[in-house]
Each structure stands twice: as C-alpha cells, then as structure tokens.
C-alpha cells in the first residue's frame, strides 16, 4: 500500500469524524492534505520506506483564529483518540535519539504524524512573507525542491478554500521565469562542453569524468524544465521523476545511463553531443526559438566543441520580457548556483541574495577595459 492512499483513508475514516464529533463548527472549516517532504508525497515510496517516518500522515490546516483558540485542544484529542495501528501499520512515532528520525511504534507514548498549521505558517515556512502573486524576481528566489513539494501529493479537502488554488497558481513558473532559467541552463551545459575532451586528450580522467557527469546532471535539469515539470533537488528521488517525463526522457534515458558506464570518454562525449542536437530541435520543433546555426565550435573554444550554444541561449533570452531582462548580472534561479541545501531550506537567508541580482560583473568590466 502506497502512504498517500493509506493517509487518505486515515483521514475520512479517523481524523475528520473526531473533528466533527469535538469541534463540529471547524467540520467545513478546514482543509486537509498529504504535501511536502518526502517520496511518498511523489508516489515513491516503498517498503525500504517504511525504515523511518512512513505511516498515516496527514496535514490539517485551520484558519488563523481556529489555530489559537483550539489548535492545541485538538492536538490533545488526536493524542488520546486515534488508534495506535490502522490498516495493520502503526499511527505513532517516536524520534530515535541516535539519529533523530520518526520511527514507527505501538508505544501508546507515541505521536500521531498528524500536522495541525495554518495555511500561512505554510506559506512562510516554504515562501516567506511574500505573498502570491509573486514578481519574476521572487520567482527566481523559490527553490524548485520547494514548489515540487507544495504541488505535488493530494489535498483530500479544502473547506478553508486557499490550498488547491495556491498550487494552481504555483503549479509552474511564468514563461519569463521558465525561458531565464533555460537559458542559464544552456549556459552551464555550455562551460563543460569544450573541457570534457581537452581533458580527456590530455589524459587527466578524473577532470574528464567529473566535467561529463557535470554536465549529465545539467542536461537532465534542462529535460525537466523542457518538460515544465519540477525536478527534485534530493538526488534519491531524480531517477523514477525522470521517467515520469511525459516527453524526452524515455527518448535519451537510456542513452543517459550509458555514459556512466562507458568506458570511452570519446564515445561518452559522442553521446551527450547527440543528446544536445535533440534537445536543441526540440525547442526548434516546438517553437520556442528559431532554427539556428549551432553546429560549429564557438569562438573561444579551442576547438573540441561540436556545438556554439552561444545562439541558442541569445534565442530563449530573446523571449525574455520584464524585470528578468534588464538584471544587471544575469545569473540564473537561486537553486542553480547555490549548491548548500542547507541554505536553501531557509526562505529569509535565499532572500538576502536578491541583491546578487543587481551587482556588476567586475571581471567582466575589467576584460573590456583591457580589450580596449
């Protein structure tokens, strides 16, 4: 049995009927979902799963004023009313002190995993304070793992009516945020492409290797965001979404694989360079940019690119409308240049890097200077 079904089910038949039975006037009033962290809010879960934290687990969301007045009381009867096992799993948990994670248990000490918030403690714990709708630039400043987690799983009701239309609205980004964040995904694709080879004539295989599985990683990004489909940051997870790409990835998937495991770098590179003329058509085919001339090296490779990804990337920028198009350093969204999730787990820190946008490129200046 998948969680997302065993929680479903756990909520009609066990949590609404003791919100209707102790708090009959929060009975429509509320709303109640499976959304947020882990594999079994993206269907992924199996029975390694069940190691820590798997069980009925739903989210009840009240309104403000519910949540002070009887938020606690309620907690206090989930505590003492729902039934230690349901559908033959356990119901409470209890955080092992080795390593800190929920661990299943029939210990009546335990605690339910039934989260009781409001929509805005929501809100904030993911976004922040900036409410919907957000500017482009905000956009920029949400990490991906973040807005996978808020639209993916199930909202099993929504008497507080703010849920479902919140992941509507966040469903995917705007097409200036989604055409930015493609055209700086080309351009890291592009930072590896002239070094693979160079590296691999020289001999220097851990460079080589690196700079290939670098930009693997970067391909596949680009297949998700083609796909306009949130890519997961938890590398655990990346496989089975991958294949749940509607198109390109049953297409390159097995193509992908391949270049972990050849052993010929050139053979490997042959590959990605296929794999990059099909994603190129794609975008042609599909009208997002305009036929270009890519096929030739750029011209401050030193030759070992098959590809100038130069125009490809001046096309998805010509699309660019707005705020995005005038940044003073045109980087890409938070998530594809910082690296520390950590950093990324907090909405207020990501914010304090809006200034990065609008600094100048001084080794850039500097270059022209010279080149003057």
Known sequence: MKCLELTRSFYFEWVLKLIKQYFP??????SAALIGWGSEVLGNDDEISKFYGWGPKPKIFLSNEDYAVSGK???GIFLSELPLVYQGFPTRFKV????GLPKATNDSEGFPMVAISTFQRLHKYYIGDVLFPYSDLEWLLIPEQKLLELTSGEVFYDGLGV????????????DNVWKYKLAYQWTTISWELDLIVLCNKRGDAISARLSLNETVKRIISLIFLLNRVYKPSYIKWVHRQFYKLPCLANEIGSELESIFTVKDIGIACSKVNKIIETLI????????????????????????????LDV????????????????????????????DEDLLLSPNSIKALRAVYFEKEP??????????
């Open 312 to 339: 490809v990337i001046e096309e998805l920028k010509q699309g660019i409308r707005g705020e995005l198009s005038n940044l003073t350093f045109p980087i890409g969204a938070v998530d594809q240049w910082v690296t």
């Open 25 to 30: 006037s929060m009975a429509e009033g509320h």
């Open 163 to 174: 849920l479902n239309d919140f992941r509507r609205d966040i469903h995917y980004y705007p």
């Open 363 to 372: 080794e850039r200046e500097q270059l022209g200077d010279k080149m003057l």
């Open 281 to 308: 058509e794609y975008q042609m085919d599909m009208g997002l940019i305009q036929k270009v001339d890519f096929k030739r090296s750029p011209s401050m490779s030193r030759g070992w690119s098959a590809f100038d």
């Open 73 to 75: 009381k309620l907690w």
């Open 96 to 99: 092992d002190p080795m390593d």
